[in-house]
């Protein structure tokens, strides 16, 4: 088990741009979820997915942005006509169900210039 | 709705010192809560966590007791090193998703 993990890395990006994050969870993990970190700032959850069930989206997340996550394995966030304020930090974490413990992963670094 | 209040920082500390980072919620039901620490370049770890009113959570030293009539959950750490130094979040959460404080930095030195 490799752990919850996510590409790219780093990504920069001119304003207006798309890009596209992918998040690949713990393999036998039936729940994932998407967070945004800001600097200074303690993870904000965005959405999750139970399998390929997208159950629940914050209002943090605006009509530029799409998550999905295809036959319930790995998940992807887009994110549509980039903007400034969409700098951040992008967390994916996933967990087994119920009250476990969720595990989180590297991050994808997001700065939009 | 849930949320949760933590000491601001930056916290600095010499080696073998007492660490608190004090840490208060607002939720509806019985939340669990939890500290994740986030060490320089690595990602957010679960750090321990507790499910009900006076359970107390513990692991690599630290610990937090699950108090429900302050709506508290502060970290405690007797005797900290300066592998130590990261950043830690309190967190709450009440069925899947998470809540976190903004997170306090912890700087240990030698």
């Known amino acids: 088990d490799t752990g919850v993990s996510q590409n790219p890395r780093h990504k920069i990006t001119k304003r207006g741009q798309n890009v596209t994050f992918r998040c690949d969870p713990i393999?036998?993990?039936?729940?994932l979820y998407w967070y945004r970190q800001t600097l200074g700032q303690g993870p904000e959850f965005l959405t999750y997915?139970?399998?390929?069930?997208?159950?629940?989206k914050s209002r943090l997340l605006s009509d530029r942005f799409s998550a999905e996550r295809p036959k319930g394995s790995f998940s992807t966030l887009e994110i549509q006509r980039t903007e400034q304020g969409d700098s951040a930090m992008y967390l994916c974490?996933?967990?087994?169900?119920?009250?476990?413990?969720?595990?989180f992963g590297q991050g994808t670094r997001l700065t939009v210039v | 709705g849930n949320s949760v209040t933590q000491m601001e920082g930056p916290v600095t500390l010499s080696e073998e010192a007492f660490l608190t980072i004090n840490c208060t919620y607002t939720?509806?039901?019985?939340?669990?809560l939890f500290w994740y620490v986030q060490y320089p370049g690595e990602g957010l770890q679960l750090l321990l966590k507790?499910?009900?009113?006076?359970d107390k959570g513990s692991n690599k030293g630290f610990e937090a007791t699950y108090r429900k009539e302050t709506t508290s959950f502060h970290l405690e750490k007797g005797s900290v090193q300066v592998s130590d130094s990261a950043v830690y979040f309190c967190a709450l959460s009440n069925d899947y998703k998470l809540s976190f404080g903004a997170g306090t930095t912890v700087t240990v030195r030698a």
């Open positions: 393999s036998e993990h039936n729940r």
């Open positions: 507790a499910t009900k009113a006076d």
């Open positions: 939720a509806t039901g019985y939340p669990s």
């Open positions: 974490a996933s967990s087994a169900g119920g009250r476990t413990e969720a595990f």
């Open positions: 997915f139970q399998n390929e069930a997208q159950l629940e």
